[in-house]
């Protein structure tokens, strides 16, 4: 930890012993609860709202030495808990670039917020700021926002009281109620020193996007209209601004908005519902707007950073889900057939690959290998698939959730940009990747991003729902959510599709599986809750339901619940 130079040592010392007592102040406003143990996950800090606060003062303060190690750099700091139920909230932190924190940088995440104590928060405090060499003379830039919770704003005053520890040195953006994505992008444009990424704002979101998908549906609208659950999150406030901004190019009907109303978010809708159900949110079941045939629907989750597409089977009635999985296929697909209309000569010649978790159902991953799409499995979490996306040219993943998106390496927009193209097909095909890597949030899985994304390779294949589920045929799949007592005794590898602890757990369920034609499973501890999850696929629904079944008892042995 360090002062200016410029400053004497006794000016140093005493800005020093200011800023530990406005800590220790905003501590003592916000202590940790006792007999709470905090870990930062795939997806920062979720639990209880009322179990909060301290975690966010000290997050507070964690922002701000992020953004003074990096110089002034723009970190930012969003408040949600996503597809969470109601109670629930979080926090997490976003990187310059529009990523993830640091890895390197969540354990210190996790020990600022479990200290005991003011005390042990300042000692902890001040032993990373030396360790991390911060100069705390340094300026700071923080954006931060918060979803539709009831919780949000009483925990944002303690995030802001962490800010306020340290002065006049930093400077805060409150974004206020917005989308994960848009706070993503926000981070990612405010940190652009090229400013050609976008406008740092939501104005600039919503124009960027908005301007990329006109270009790539040019004289193809109006698009069919298209039935959008909004989880009655915060999801339903960004789309009314987007589509203020876009016009009538994309008829939408959005549904589920409800986001002033208690215990409403996230029940019995969006993304998350309607993947683990298989089923309709009932409200769109009861309302019967997709009762005509070829009528398409989607659903965000509470934040907006998922989206799942549905339909109802034309003869059969049935109900039929467009996920992650099958979004991914669609869109690799389509860009791999725009690079080979492009006609790139050798030196720029570029490459598209899919990243996939053990999520991922594996007639996809079977339908793209077989088509020579080169396919990576990492395990669960944006971190992981994002950064493996990134040895990509372009680089195309997407959890079987629905949260993802496409990454167009800065080689490969070069490529695009210094291309020559060889015929009128050609450049337009340059035209319109060039606008794909527009069109879509890089930074991180965005729910109205990738909606646009979809709905633009539908528009150019010229197919509906129909057509685009027709590509392959998912195998029956059963994800079970598995309270145990302890969710740390699980620990997996192989990208979390073996179990590496309890010993001899995984030996259980391989011979499990055997009996089960097609099958397969895995378990892994959940990344933010306090269960288990098991998965489970084979030939038949009746197997795959009798598979997960199995592996569940297996699970809950292996916890000593039986």
């Known amino acids: 930890m360090s002062f200016s130079p410029n400053k004497s040592p006794t000016k140093a010392a005493h800005e020093h012993a200011l800023l530990l007592n406005a800590i220790a102040a905003g501590a003592n406003e916000y202590p940790k609860p006792e007999h709470v143990n905090y870990t930062y996950g795939t997806a920062g800090f979720r639990t209880l709202a009322t179990k909060l606060p301290s975690v966010l003062f000290r997050v507070g303060l964690l922002a701000v030495l992020r953004s003074k190690r990096l110089e002034g750099a723009t970190i930012g700091v969003m408040v949600t808990a996503s597809h969470n139920p109601e109670p629930d909230n979080g ?16 354990a210190h995440a996790t020990a600022l917020s479990n200290c005991p104590s003011t005390e042990s928060l300042i000692s902890t405090f001040t ?10 003379s340094q300026p700071a830039n923080i954006v931060y926002a918060y979803d539709t919770r009831p919780s949000g704003p009483e925990l944002i005053k303690a995030l802001e009281r962490g800010f306020e520890s340290f002065g006049e040195s930093v400077k805060t953006n409150n974004l206020g109620v917005t989308t994960t994505p848009i706070l993503h992008y926000v981070v990612k444009a405010t940190n652009d020193k090229t400013g050609t990424y976008g406008e740092p704002t939501k104005k600039g979101y919503n124009e960027k996007m908005a301007k990329a998908f006109r270009t790539l549906i040019g004289n193809r609208g109006p698009l069919a209209p298209l039935y959008v659950d909004c989880a009655n999150g915060v999801g339903a406030l960004a789309l009314q601004d987007f589509t203020a901004t876009l016009g009538d190019v994309l008829p939408i009907n959005p549904l589920n908005t409800s986001t002033s109303t ?11 519902f309607v993947k683990t159900k298989q089923a309709l949110p009932p409200s769109i079941q009861s309302s019967g707007v997709l009762s005509k045939a070829g009528t398409r629907a989607c659903s965000f989750d509470g934040d907006a950073d998922r989206i799942v597409y549905y339909y109802l089977h034309e003869s059969k009635g049935t109900f039929r889900l467009l996920d992650g999985d099958k979004i991914a296929v669609m869109v690799a697909m389509f860009l791999g057939d725009l690079i080979v209309k492009a006609k790139l000569d050798e030196e720029h010649k570029l490459e598209v690959g899919v990243v996939q978790t053990a999520y991922a159902n594996g007639s996809s991953t079977k339908y793209l290998t077989s088509r020579n799409i080169p396919v990576s499995c990492v395990p669960t979490g944006v971190k992981h698939l994002h950064h493996a996306a990134q040895r990509y040219d372009i680089g195309v993943y997407f959890e079987a959730n629905g949260h993802g998106t496409v990454l167009f390496s800065d080689q490969a927009i070069k490529a695009l940009k210094s291309a020559n193209p060889q015929s009128p097909d050609s450049a337009n095909a340059i035209k319109n990747l060039l606008a794909f890597s527009e069109l879509i949030n890089q930074a991180v899985g965005d729910a109205l991003s990738d909606m646009l994304l979809v709905e633009t390779v539908l528009a150019h294949r010229g197919w509906g729902a129909a057509e685009w589920d027709a590509g392959y045929e998912d195998l029956p799949n059963r994800l079970v959510k598995v309270e145990v007592p302890d969710r740390s005794i699980f620990v997996a590898t192989d990208a979390e599709r073996k179990l590496q602890h309890p010993q001899g757990l995984q030996d259980t369920i391989d011979e499990t599986v055997k009996k089960y034609d097609m099958g397969r499973s895995f378990v892994r501890p959940s990344g933010t809750e306090d269960c288990v999850r098991v998965y489970a696929e084979a030939k038949t629904a009746t197997e795959a339901e009798n598979l997960a079944v199995a592996v569940t008892d297996i699970v809950k042995f292996g916890s000593g619940q039986v």
């Open 91 to 106: 926090v997490k932190l976003v990187d310059p670039s529009g990523e993830m924190l640091d890895p390197t940088w969540e």
């Open 127 to 136: 032993t990373l700021a030396t360790h991390l060499r911060v100069d705390l």
């Open 262 to 272: 208690q215990g409403s978010l996230n029940h019995s809708c969006g993304a998350d």
